[in-house]
């Protein structure tokens, strides 16, 4: 069974700080690099940072590089976001899921993270 369960969001002051977790169950997952994604009102969904499951591999946006580190741990299926000097554009709905998604692929329902001036 594929799921994805995002947590961690919430509302924080610019500056501020959250993690976010994302339990990733089914095999095409753990057979995939992942990563996060946001989407802010009005917006396309943008990835954000990804990782290969050994962590070998990482990358992230631009917007966000230096600020936020992405990680895994294997033993729990989970994918974890720290975001740190958070600033209010990066208020957006959070989402996890592959590298690599094609249009019809399941998409878990995500987590609001909102930064306030």
């Known amino acids: 069974q594929v799921q994805l369960v995002e947590s961690g969001g919430g509302l924080v002051q610019a500056g501020g700080s959250l993690r976010l977790s994302c339990v990733a169950s089914?095999?095409?997952?753990?057979?995939?690099?992942m990563a996060w994604y946001r989407q802010a009102p009005g917006k396309e969904r943008e990835i954000v940072a990804r990782?290969?499951?050994?962590?070998?591999?990482?990358g992230y946006a631009d917007s966000v590089k230096g600020r936020f580190i992405i990680s895994t741990d294997n033993a729990k299926n989970t994918v974890y976001l720290q975001m740190n000097t958070l600033k209010p554009e990066d208020t957006a709905i959070y989402y996890c899921?592959?590298?690599?998604?094609?249009?019809?692929?399941?998409w878990g329902q995500g987590t609001q993270v909102t930064v306030s001036s």
């Open positions: 089914g095999r095409t997952f753990s057979n995939s690099a």
């Open positions: 899921n592959k590298a690599s998604t094609r249009e019809g692929d399941y």
């Open positions: 990782i290969t499951w050994s962590g070998e591999r990482r």
